[in-house]
């Protein structure tokens, strides 16, 4: 599976941003942010079809992930704080435990997410 991340930028606290990850195969994703001398931390997942959805607390009721027909994977991102800036990456494979990086075989490359105060 190649996952190919988009969406990323500037914005200034309070607003959104909506990343995309476009994937060759249909499989559960994840997303998943990494601050500089921080280890990657999970946002959210979602199933092969949908229907499930998991969010990290500190992004719930903020962030919304979503996928489309066409195999792409959505992360809407509200009310921004500057400690959301980060390489945002989106995650793929077959999960079980889906906070858990090692759970994902396949990663796109990382998009940069900087929120300004």
């Known amino acids: 599976v190649q996952l190919q991340a988009s969406g990323g930028g500037l914005v200034q606290a309070g607003g959104s941003l909506r990343l995309s990850c476009a994937a060759s195969?249909?499989?559960?994703m994840g997303w998943f942010r990494q601050a500089p001398g921080l280890e990657r931390d999970f946002l959210a997942a979602?199933?092969?079809?949908?229907?499930?959805t998991w969010y990290a607390d500190s992004v719930k009721g903020r962030f919304t992930i979503s996928r489309d027909n066409d195999n792409t994977v959505y992360l809407q991102m509200n009310s921004l704080k500057p400690e959301d800036t980060a390489v945002y990456y989106c995650?793929?494979?077959?999960?079980?435990?889906?906070?858990?990086?090692?759970?994902?075989?396949?990663w796109g490359q990382g998009t940069l997410v900087t929120v300004s105060s």
């Open positions: 979602i199933s092969r079809s949908g229907s499930s």
């Open positions: 995650a793929a494979g077959a999960v079980v435990f889906p906070s858990q990086p090692s759970q994902y075989a396949y």
């Open positions: 195969g249909r499989t559960f």
